[in-house]
């Protein structure tokens, strides 16, 4: 990699080849020309790497005339909630999400606490790519002070949202020394009195396991959890916006489960519009049904999530790869909230994980990738969409279509020479039947 996987929101690359110090600290000075008079808020994960990274991101900032407040090692909603605790102009949190070790990045928000949307993003790329940056004189140079508490609003927004008896739960917490741990102990342990088993509590960075919560990943993780005879695992990636669950049984519920568990909870008390993303599980769909509230969906990224539910005032939100978004905690992806509903559901109806999945509506995804260059994505779409000519398209995100009992979506990436094909299905047979006849489908184009 030669340069930086740049989108709207933030890049990453490869520390020491794609990102450098020199691109962090034109990016986001670029990125402080663009907002309004304030401070601003700068995280990281626990990513060795993030040292550095962030104290070049503090000088940058402060050498265009930002004061910057520094939290250090913080989770991503977190950020989001200092951003607005501070009164902030927005934020950088230093994060390469759920990539290997030798990745980085640099994801904005801005000063409502909430990654940036599309057209502030694309501010902030123009600026980038015209070498923009405003540095400061000596005298009007900012200031770095550090935050010590970071935790305590964001602990207290999340366990407002509890709302049932507080259970002595035996907990295990996979943070696998990531952000996460920073906030997770500390909530679940004295907030929501759960006896806690940590794995990677500290967050070094020294990944125990990829850092992608998926099956394949957190296998040693399950047998953990039954050999611990944990009430429940969950399991962070390294900024903690995302939540996979393991079940009592060493179970991999997974991350779509995540979010139709904490729709399921939030709908149970409170009736109102709901919000995933083109590519989550119907789920969530079925729930709303259910409950009897409407259903959205957005375009694929948390911001289009986000900008979906202030539209239609949404009660909840997310998107199926274990980032469940709270209006009453901020407008970001948070493990948190998807640990205390989760542990919320169990306590209130006497419920084990194992079984709160269970009476879920079933369906089984496939997901695939192929290579593709981007000026044959159109033809592709269109061939699939003549193969499936009785299905209900749509092109909110790439081409969505619509069965009553299973959809297909295919998307190009925006840093990739790749299609994503994803299906959903009742059966794991008749979503890779259908994914295999898209790619079949693509592959002749």
């Not at 694929?300 to 978004?325: H, Q, S, T, W, Y």
């Not at 044959?376 to 193969?387: C, H, S």
Request: with cysteine; aromatic share 4%.
């Amino acid at each position: 990699m030669s340069e930086p996987i740049i989108s709207v929101s933030g890049l990453r690359g490869i520390v020491g080849e794609s990102l450098t110090p020199l691109v962090a600290a034109r990016y986001v000075a670029s990125f402080a020309g663009t907002l309004p008079p304030g401070p601003i808020v700068v995280g990281r994960d626990g990513r060795p790497s993030g040292k550095m990274l962030s104290q070049i991101v503090c000088g940058a900032l402060a050498a265009c005339g930002r004061n910057v407040l520094h939290a250090d090692i913080a989770a991503t909603p977190t950020i989001g909630v200092l951003v607005r605790e501070h009164v902030a102009a927005g934020g950088v949190q230093v994060s390469a999400s759920h990539n290997p070790s030798p990745y980085n990045g640099l994801k904005l928000f801005n000063s409502a606490g909430r990654v940036v949307p599309a057209v502030e993003g694309n501010r902030v790329l123009a600026a980038y790519r015209a070498g923009h940056a405003a540095w400061a004189a000596a005298a009007d140079l900012g200031s770095v002070t550090t935050l010590f508490d970071t935790t305590n609003l964001h602990n207290h927004k999340v366990f407002a949202i509890h709302r049932a008896p507080r259970t002595p739960f035996r907990v295990l917490l996979d943070s696998n020394a990531g952000a996460g741990s920073v906030l997770g102990r500390r909530l679940l342990d004295t907030s929501l009195l759960c006896e806690v088993i940590a794995l990677g509590g500290e967050p070094t960075g020294q990944f125990e396991h990829p850092p992608e919560p998926t099956a394949e990943n957190l296998a040693g993780v399950r047998q953990q959890v039954l050999a611990a005879g944990a009430d429940v695992g969950f399991c962070q990636d390294p900024d903690a916006d995302r939540l996979a669950i393991i079940d009592e049984t060493g179970r991999y519920i997974g991350e779509e489960f995540t979010l139709a568990i904490c729709v399921n909870q939030v709908l149970r008390h409170t009736r109102g519009p709901v919000v995933t993303n083109c590519a989550t599980s119907r789920m969530t769909e079925d729930l709303a049904g259910q409950y009897g509230v409407p259903f959205h969906r957005s375009a694929v990224g948390e911001a289009n999530v986000a900008d979906k539910m202030l539209e239609v005032r949404a009660v909840f939100g997310g998107e199926g790869n274990g980032g469940p978004i709270d209006p009453r905690v901020g407008y970001v992806r948070d493990s948190f909230v998807g640990m205390t509903l989760v542990l919320a559901a169990m306590a209130e109806r006497r419920m084990k994980v194992s079984e709160l999945a269970d009476e879920l509506p079933r369906y089984e995804i496939v997901k695939r990738t192929m290579k593709l260059p981007s000026e044959r994505l159109p033809a592709a779409m269109a061939a699939v969409e003549r193969r499936f000519s009785d299905a209900k398209a749509d092109r909110l995100d790439g081409l969505r279509l619509d069965w009553p009992d299973r959809w297909l979506i295919i998307r190009g990436s925006n840093t990739e020479p790749i299609v994503r094909i994803i299906a959903e299905a009742p059966t794991a047979a008749a979503a890779e039947e259908l994914a295999a006849e898209a790619c079949d489908v693509v592959a002749g184009v």
